[in-house]
């Protein structure tokens, strides 16, 4: 968009775009591939010296915009934010913005971005944005034979079961007739691993997949060393069974076959605040399918909030017997209550750590029936409570423990050694080298939550470790590593990619968060 600071009565200015190698002697659109709009007598010229009328004439004072469509190569130009319409059709590539004043004194000033435009060019935009989203939703597609559809419901059922979902995973089975290749015991021992691993208890994880998937993690030496490093991160978050002592273990965890819970990658659920007491439907932060939703949220405003509101459900040794379970929840709540009121934890709509049961005596759905904790099966819900140290208001390093920090140590000494280890074996890997320095960078602050490091306390930063391990134990079992829905998005990433350096303009109105709901 051109300003035209002072023109004089007799000048003559173009306004236009131009190929590389015109000649900039002569104002735009007289020359072969050179294209422009003068003030002089309002015409239009393509690449010659015989203009069309166009628009009005523009002088001092007059704000002219040139506005280039990349999707149909066309252009048109506005004047005071007024659109003049179409001036030219089928525009070659590589054009440049040209501006040509052959009277001396002329003054113009240039805005390319950095200033509001008068013409409404956001409004423009969305409607070419618009235009773009209807074109590839009602692109032709044939399904004579339903075979487009089957296909759709294969790519759904396999991020099923990539994720753990198994009562909807089998729900989906039974109603579209896919079949689950995976066994269902093999799912849910995934579905145990991930929950430990996103809920910090990556001491847990590690041995639960050892003795489930012996060998895997030996063969996976990277791999156990960025656990083991995940691992020493927990350990520093006071979250890591090693730390936190034998009282945090889920005896599920040793002894148990798994959560009957579909999956640690839940879908969205109610759950009551204690604040409005009403039901509020809550959902996943962030696109990443290990985003599992919590349950139940208490305020901790206050140290004996948070000492009241911690909650554990414990053995019914008169009904039942079911073994002690600890919410993931519950977890965050002892953290607040060993460091402080500050630390970085999983909210509500973060991962929530259960083993078969769910505190309080309520039930919740995930859209199937009232009364019913349901992702495929039923659940009764009891709940204790438990005491809990009040919080002293000041995180601490492993939850304040010397025994703890001692253990931390000497863990890390371990995992320097194996680090070694690894190098004389294997040779120089920048991941680990990389992995280990931003765990030990941790011990530098005395307050590492705050540091520039601090991001790696941070429960999301469990997403990808979780993601790793879940793909090494299925490509271990002989199954896909990464869910057909998941390549077909990278796919189409790329493909945007190549469009635009392809320079098709439609890519840049063309965006795949917009049929990802």
């Known amino acids: 968009m051109l300003m035209i600071s002072f023109a004089l009565s007799f000048s003559y200015m173009g306004i236009g775009l131009s190929a590389q190698g015109v000649n900039m002697n002569r104002l735009p659109g007289w020359d072969k591939q050179s294209y422009g709009y003068h003030g002089d007598d309002g015409h239009s010229f393509c690449s010659s010296g015989t203009g069309q009328p166009y628009g009005p004439t523009f002088t001092t004072g007059d704000v002219i915009g040139c ?208 604040n409005s007491q009403k039901n509020t439907p809550i959902g996943s932060r962030g696109n990443s399918p290990n985003r599992p939703i919590g349950v139940k949220g208490h305020s901790s405003g206050s140290s004996s909030q948070t000492s009241q509101n911690l909650q554990v459900s414990q053995t019914n040794n008169q009904s039942g017997g079911d073994l002690k379970t600890i919410s993931e929840e519950h977890m965050n709540h002892a953290n607040i209550a060993m460091n402080g009121s500050g630390c970085h934890m999983i909210q509500d709509d973060d991962v929530e750590m259960m083993d078969g049961l769910v505190t309080e005596t309520k039930t919740f759905t995930n859209g199937n029936s009232e009364g019913t904790y349901m992702n495929g099966n039923n659940h009764t819900c009891k709940s204790e409570e438990m005491d809990v140290d009040t919080p002293s208001g000041k995180r601490q390093l492993c939850g304040g423990s010397q025994a703890a920090i001692e253990k931390m140590l000497l863990f890390g000494r371990d995992l320097q050694s194996m680090s070694q280890r690894l190098k004389r074996e294997y040779g120089k890997s920048e991941s680990n080298n990389k992995s280990l320095q931003n765990a030990f960078s941790l011990l530098a602050y005395s307050d590492p939550w705050n540091s520039p490091v601090g ?62 709901h």
């Open 67 to 274: 506005c280039v469509n990349l999707i149909d190569n066309s252009c048109f130009y506005t004047k005071n934010g007024i659109n003049l319409g179409l001036a030219f059709t089928d525009l070659p590539s590589n054009l440049y913005p040209t501006v040509g004043l052959q009277t001396p004194g002329e003054v113009v000033e240039a805005n390319f971005g950095q200033t509001p435009f008068v013409f409404d060019i956001e409004d423009y935009m969305k409607e070419w944005h618009m235009k773009t989203k209807l074109t590839i939703e009602r692109f032709p597609v044939s399904d004579k034979k339903g075979e487009w559809q089957t296909a759709l419901q294969q790519i759904v059922s396999t991020y099923l079961v990539h994720h753990g979902y198994c009562g909807t995973a089998e729900a989906f089975s039974r109603s579209t007739g896919q079949s689950i290749e995976e066994d269902m015991s093999s799912i849910k021992h995934r579905q145990r691993i991930q929950k430990l691993v996103l809920a910090g208890r990556m001491g847990e994880a590690i041995e639960t997949t050892q003795q489930l998937y012996p060998g895997l993690l030996e063969r996976n030496l990277n791999l156990l060393f960025m656990l083991k490093c995940r691992q020493f991160i927990e350990m520093v978050n006071g979250t890591d069974t090693e730390v936190r002592g034998p009282a945090i273990r889920s005896p599920k965890s040793r002894h148990g076959s798994g959560s009957n819970r579909s999956s640690p990658n839940m879908s969205p659920v109610h759950h009551t605040n204690s």
């Open 455 to 516: 991001y790696q306390l941070d429960p999301v930063q469990r997403e990808p470790v979780c993601a790793a391990l879940n793909s090494a134990i299925l490509e271990s079992q002989g199954l896909p590593k990464q869910p057909p829905l998941e390549l077909v998005i990278a796919q189409s990433t790329e493909c945007m990619k190549l469009m635009s350096k392809a320079k098709i303009g439609s890519c840049a109105f063309a965006n795949l968060n917009d049929y990802l």
